[in-house]
């Protein structure tokens, strides 16, 4: 609608010659200025076509409709904002005895979103500057000004409701960006929640025997390609699926730690869990993975039980089911809450599909088609004023 009216707005006068005359002059700079009212237009409407096709309808929707909700009373561009978490401090995995803590919600100012977007921009090895745009200033370039002081009438007000579209689109992709460093930050050792141990005792055969858990839970995008799966062949790891927000198909991996009586750690990671596939009531028992050989003798399993998921939260209880000579018995670690932004995990998770670097990509070009519009309106509005300004 803001471009609608730009356009009209910014119409040349009837008749009036685009010559080398100041009024010709001015005259080609409402042209150009209409046409990167239009372009920015086209831009946005493009870009929600390819959040559709990248993601869905519905996650494109709820997508696009929190970023102007969260800045549903913003006039001047560079008090554009989004959110997003500081995973800062949390990404290394964890020390035995520890669970990963409450992330940090932080703002992304549009100083942060232009910063973030030139990044994009230079992985396409673009030479355009975005801080052409002046998304994050709440003044013009000074030649545009001019020339819009010169219109007089809303073209300026309507100059800047149209800006504001455009550095939309610069938060959009500064947001892809956000995500795909995080996933850079977490694409080897994954997102750690927690690191954890347990012992008990418990009869077998007779005679007392003490049995051993240790866990340690990671989100992975990226299945590790070192990991060994011992005594596991039948096990296909696989990575994480494009999610869309779903964060009850996520899956977890256990890298599990076992010890019998005695003898020595055993590694046997890792244990990839389905969230929806593990989700219990409170009458539901653990789910157990298959059982596998610890020792010639000894039997283990790796059991899980989700409680309760939310998009900050989860709440998990892993156990170890141990079989020996007829007997079995159980070690938990018992129930855990750990904090964690599991709706923001998800996405920064679908960033290493194919169809969202792809979209990332995309984005980028409707920012660069803005710009290569707006460079040509502030050199013919540089022309005019070199002429005009007296």
């Known amino acids: 609608m803001a471009a609608a009216v730009l356009m009209m707005g910014l119409m040349p006068a009837s008749g009036m010659a685009a010559d080398n005359s100041c009024s010709g002059q001015l005259d080609q700079v409402k042209a150009s200025l209409q046409s990167l009212s239009s372009n920015i237009g086209a831009a946005q409407s493009a870009m929600h076509k390819d959040f559709d096709n990248a993601t869905s309808k519905d996650y ?47 703002t992304v100012t549009m100083g942060n979103a232009v910063s973030l977007a030139q990044a994009a921009l230079d992985e396409d090895n673009t030479k355009l500057d975005l801080a052409e745009l002046r998304c994050d200033q709440n003044t013009e370039d000074a030649a545009i000004s001019y020339a819009l002081d010169a219109m007089g009438g809303d073209a300026a007000s309507q100059y800047r409701k149209s800006k504001v579209t455009a550095c939309k689109i610069v938060q959009v992709l500064a947001n892809l960006q956000d995500k795909k460093q995080k996933l850079d930050a977490i694409r080897k050792d994954g997102y750690p929640l927690l690191h954890l141990s347990a012992k008990d005792k418990k009869k077998f055969a007779g005679k007392q025997r003490t049995i051993q858990l240790r866990a340690d839970l990671r989100l992975y995008p990226i299945y590790p390609d070192n990991v060994q799966l011992e005594n596991a062949k039948d096990i296909t790891p696989r990575d994480q699926t494009l999610l869309l927000g779903k964060i009850e198909g996520i899956d977890l991996s256990y890298n ?14 890792l244990y990839q869990y389905l969230i929806g596939d593990t989700r219990a009531s409170d009458k539901d028992d653990y789910i157990c993975y298959p059982k596998l050989k610890l020792t010639s003798k000894v039997k283990v399993a790796t059991c899980v039980k989700v409680k309760d998921i939310t998009s900050d939260h989860i709440k998990i209880a892993v156990a170890a089911k141990y079989w020996y ?50 460079s040509d309106a502030a050199k013919k509005a540089q022309d005019f004023k070199n002429q005009c300004s007296g």
């Open 325 to 374: 000579d007829g007997d079995s018995g159980v070690v938990k670690i018992g129930d855990q809450t750990i904090p964690a932004p599991f709706g923001y995990l998800a996405d920064v998770s679908d960033m290493k599909e194919k169809k969202m670097q792809d979209l990332k990509s995309k984005v980028a070009d409707r920012v660069l088609d803005v710009l290569a519009k707006h």
């Open 60 to 106: 494109a929707k709820a997508y696009l409709d929190a970023l102007e909700k969260l800045n549903a009373s913003v006039t001047d561009a560079s008090k554009l904002v989004n959110t997003s978490y500081d995973l800062s401090g949390h990404t290394s995995p964890l020390a035995e005895g520890k669970v990963n803590t409450a992330v940090k919600t932080v």
């Open 256 to 269: 599990s730690y076992y010890k019998w009586s005695d003898d020595n750690w055993h590694k046997l990671n």
